[in-house]
C-alpha cells in the first residue's frame, strides 16, 4: 500500500491552524504535519494536525508533498529557502519577509524554484476582487484619475481571545506594524494598477497601544501619467472599514471588502450595485488559496502570487518605510531586488 502524502505547516498561530483544517477538510487522504516555529512543545491535538515534527529537519526528511510557511515573517525566507533547496513546493505567508535585506541572498533560490513557489495573498481569491478588476479592465471607468483605499481595525478586537500586544502584529522583532501586516493593499494595488513610480509615506506610533510598531501609516503613490493612490492603513479605528474607491472619467467605483460589494456611482449621481455578495463564508477564498496551490504543486497551475510580484510588494514596503525615515518622496523603483 502506497504510503499517503505528507503536507507540512510551520507554525502554530491561526493562520497556521486554519491552514491545517482546510487540508484536512479538502484532502482527508493526506497526513498533515505541523513544526513549531519557535520550538515550542505542542501536541498535534492542539492545531488539529496528524503528525508533529520535532524540527524542520525532521519533517523535510519525511519527504513531504508541499509545504506552507505559516510562521512570523522573520523566519520566512530561511525556512522557505531549506524547503525549496529539497525540492519541495511552498506556499509561504504574506508578507514574504520582514525586510527586503533579507531576501537578497535568497532571490536565486527563488527564482530557480519559481515554478513551485507561491505567496498567499488570498484577497486575490475573493468574488469581488476578481470582479472589481475585471470592471477596471473593461475600462467601465475610462480614464482613471485616483484611488483612495483605507483598511483599518482596532488591534486589540482583531483575537479577542489573546492578549495582541503578545501577537505577531504588536511586535517588532516578528514583523509586525500596518505596512508589514496590511501589506495585502499593496499587493492588490499592484495586481490592479500596476506598480507605482514614487511614494511618500508618514508613518507613527500614537502610544495607545503599548506596542513598538508604527499603528498608523499614510501614504502617496504615483504613476508617471499623474494617476495617484491615496492610502490610510491603521491598528486604530473602533468601526473597521476596508474600501477601495477608484475615480474614472465617467464614473467611481467602490469596492467594499468586508461587505464583498462593489459599487457604481455615475456622472448624474446615479448608483448601481454592480456585485453583492454579504454572506460570502471568508474561508472559501483559503479553501481556493489552498486548492490552487496542490495544482501548483502538482505542475498544473502557475503560482498566483510569484516570486516577482512578491519582491515588489516588498520593495514598496521598504520605499515607505525609507520615505517615513526621512520625510522625503523616493523612486520605488529603487527598492527592487
Known amino acids: 500500500m502506497n504510503r499517503p502524502d505528507i503536507y507540512i505547516v510551520l507554525g502554530t498561530g491561526s493562520i497556521a491552524r486554519r491552514h491545517i483544517g482546510n487540508f484536512k477538510s479538502l484532502f482527508s487522504e493526506v497526513q498533515v ?27 523535510i526528511a519525511a519527504k513531504p508533498a508541499l509545504a506552507v510557511v505559516a510562521s512570523p515573517s522573520p523566519f520566512h525566507v530561511e525556512q522557505a529557502v531549506r524547503l525549496l533547496r529539497a525540492g519541495i513546493p511552498t506556499l509561504i505567508e504574506k508578507p514574504l519577509s520582514d525586510s527586503l535585506a533579507s531576501l537578497s541572498d535568497a532571490k536565486k533560490v527563488f527564482e530557480e524554484n519559481k515554478d513551485i513557489v507561491d505567496v498567499a495573498y488570498n484577497l486575490r481569491y475573493m468574488p469581488s476582487a476578481i470582479k472589481f478588476k475585471s470592471l477596471l479592465d473593461s475600462n467601465i471607468l475610462g480614464r482613471l484619475t485616483r484611488v483612495a483605499v483605507e483598511v483599518g481595525q482596532y488591534l486589540p478586537d482583531w483575537r479577542p481571545g489573546s492578549d495582541y500586544r503578545k501577537n ?18 499593496l499587493d492588490y494595488l499592484n495586481w490592479i494598477f500596476g506598480q507605482f513610480d514614487t511614494a511618500y509615506c508618514t508613518a507613527s506610533n500614537s502610544g495607545r497601544l503599548e506596542v513598538d510598531v508604527e499603528d498608523s501609516a499614510c501614504a502617496i503613490l504615483e504613476h508617471k501619467d499623474g494617476f495617484v493612490a491615496v492610502l490610510q492603513m491603521d491598528f486604530l479605528q473602533r468601526t473597521p472599514t476596508r474600501t477601495c474607491k477608484v475615480v474614472g472619467e465617467l464614473g467611481t467605483l467602490v469596492w467594499d471588502l468586508l461587505s464583498n460589494s462593489l459599487t457604481f456611482h455615475g456622472a448624474s449621481g446615479d448608483k448601481e450595485v454592480l456585485f453583492s455578495e454579504s454572506g460570502y463564508n471568508r474561508n472559501a477564498m483559503y479553501l481556493d488559496e489552498i486548492n490552487h496551490f496542490v495544482k501548483v504543486a502538482a505542475g498544473e497551475l502557475a ?35
Open 303 to 337: 503560482p498566483m502570487v510569484d516570486i516577482s510580484q512578491a519582491f515588489k510588494v516588498m520593495g514598496l514596503i521598504e520605499a515607505l518605510k525609507k520615505s517615513a525615515e526621512t520625510k522625503q518622496v523616493v523612486k520605488v523603483g529603487d527598492f527592487q531586488l
Open 168 to 185: 505577531v502584529s504588536a511586535r517588532k522583532e516578528l514583523g509586525g506594524g500596518v505596512l508589514l501586516e496590511l501589506s495585502h493593499e
Open 33 to 59: 504535519g505541523c513544526i513549531s516555529a519557535s520550538g515550542r512543545a505542542f501536541d498535534a491535538a492542539e492545531v488539529g494536525a496528524d503528525i508533529v515534527f520535532e524540527s524542520l529537519d525532521q519533517a
